[in-house]
Structures are given as C-alpha cells and as structure tokens.
C-alpha cells in the first residue's frame, strides 16, 4: 500500500505542478483555456488536500480531516462552487435547473459565510477582551457582518 501511495503522491505533486503551472500562465495573459480560472483554483484546492491526507497516510500520522471546523469549510466551499459551475455550464434555455443550481450555490455560500462568521466571532472575542475590550469585539464583528451582507466573502 505504501508502494501505491508513494507513487500517488508523486503524480498527485506533478498534477499539482501542472495546473499551477496553467493558471499562472493564464493569468499572464500567455495560455488560453475555455475551463474557469476559478475551476482550476478549485480543482489545485481539492489536490492538495488529497495531497495533504496521502501524505499523513504514509507518515502514519492522524489525518487532518479530524479538524471539524476547517473540513467544513473547506467542503462548503467546494459544494457552492460546483452548484455554480453546474450552473455555467447549463444550456440558457434550461432556466428551471439553473435556478436549481442557483438555489443550492446560495445554500452553501450561507453555510460558507456562518462558519466565517464564527470563526471570526471567536477571534473577535479573543481580541475584544485580550486589547480592545468588548465594544472593541463588538465593533470588529459589526464589521464582519457588513462584509457579509455585500457578499465580499471568498
């Protein structure tokens, strides 16, 4: 198993590479592809992560998945981002599935905004009563909530 892991690993990091290699090129204006560039961030995302837990495999080491908070980001994130590409990829004339794909995009990006959100109140009340006090808290997270209502999170 090891075997198959270490070889894994090894296409998985010149996978990687590639595609690094494709979104800077197309970034500088020197590669064209009809694919998003956000589908290739996405797809290096979901490659890493692999990458990451072949790693621990073969380190014999717990897996990082254990950490509740960020796999759950990490999977609300990556679940509205393929309701939105489902979404471009529909025919104009199928509006009913494109307002299906619509409503389960906003459904995650709600649940990827909560858990921001929490993560941010629990650092906001970290620095609220270590320098600011609580109206320092409060003032941070009001901020924080301003940036969800105009959509600024990513």
Same mark, same amino acid.
């Given at each position: 198993?090891?075997? %198959?892991?270490?070889?894994?690993?090894? #296409? *998985?990091?010149?996978?990687?590479?590639?595609?690094?290699?494709?979104? !800077?090129?197309?970034?500088?204006?020197?590669?064209? +592809?009809?694919?998003?560039?956000?589908? @290739?961030?996405?797809?290096?995302?979901?490659?890493?992560? $692999?990458?990451? +837990?072949?790693?621990?495999?073969?380190?014999?080491?717990?897996?990082? $998945?254990?950490?509740?908070?960020?796999?759950?980001?990490?999977?609300?994130? @990556?679940?509205?981002?393929?309701?939105?590409?489902?979404?471009? %990829? *529909?025919?104009? +004339?199928?509006?009913?599935?494109?307002?299906?794909?619509?409503?389960?995009?906003?459904?995650?990006?709600?649940?990827?905004?909560?858990?921001?959100? !929490?993560?941010?109140?629990? $650092?906001? !009340? %970290?620095?609220?009563?270590?320098?600011?006090?609580?109206?320092?808290? &409060? &003032?941070? $997270?009001?901020?924080? #909530?301003?940036?969800?209502?105009?959509? +600024?999170?990513?």
């Amino acid at each position: 198993m090891n075997d %198959l892991n270490t070889r894994s690993l090894r #296409l *998985l990091k010149d996978f990687i590479a590639f595609k690094e290699n494709i979104l !800077r090129e197309v970034g500088k204006g020197k590669l064209f +592809t009809v694919n998003y560039p956000l589908l @290739i961030e996405h797809i290096l995302r979901e490659a890493r992560l $692999y990458c990451t +837990t072949v790693e621990e495999l073969l380190d014999n080491r717990q897996l990082s $998945y254990k950490n509740l908070r960020k796999t759950e980001k990490f999977w609300n994130q @990556i679940m509205m981002e393929h309701a939105l590409f489902i979404r471009g %990829l *529909l025919d104009p +004339t199928e509006e009913a599935l494109i307002q299906t794909a619509n409503k389960f995009a906003m459904a995650f990006r709600e649940l990827f905004a909560d858990h921001v959100l !929490r993560e941010a109140n629990h $650092y906001i !009340r %970290l620095l609220g009563t270590e320098s600011e006090g609580q109206e320092g808290g &409060r &003032r941070n $997270y009001g901020i924080i #909530l301003s940036c969800r209502s105009v959509g +600024t999170m990513r």
